[in-house]
């Protein structure tokens, strides 16, 4: 079974640095398109970016573009985000999610709070 298990959540100042990382175990995570997903309070959840297997390409929500930086150790089967510059804005619930194919799997998400 797939598990994916997210760290590095927090309260930070407007303008401040967090790096969340997401561990996957049970696969082999080399073989996995990862990616970072963010919901907000009372809002849906939405694509903050995502990275692919072989060639590490990799894409971002327009709100993140210049900010945030998804990378990958495959060594270390994980993934990571780096968020700088962070807004009140970017408070949320971070996933990380894994897909090959047609499998899905989830993480149990993290919280980013950005406050003063």
């Known amino acids: 079974q797939v598990q994916l298990v997210e760290s590095g959540g927090g309260l930070v100042q407007p303008g401040g640095s967090l790096r969340l990382s997401c561990v996957v175990s049970g696969d082999t995570f080399s073989m996995y398109a990862m990616s970072w997903y963010r919901q907000p309070p009372g809002k849906e959840r939405e694509l903050v970016a995502s990275i692919t297997t072989i060639s590490s390409s990799t894409t971002y929500g327009d709100s993140v573009k210049g900010r945030f930086t998804i990378s990958r150790d495959n060594a270390k089967s994980t993934v990571y985000l780096q968020m700088n510059s962070l807004k009140p804005d970017d408070t949320a619930v971070y996933y990380c999610?894994?897909?090959?194919?047609?499998?899905?799997?989830w993480g149990q998400g993290t919280q980013v709070t950005v406050s003063s």
């Open positions: 999610k894994a897909r090959r194919y047609f499998s899905v799997y």
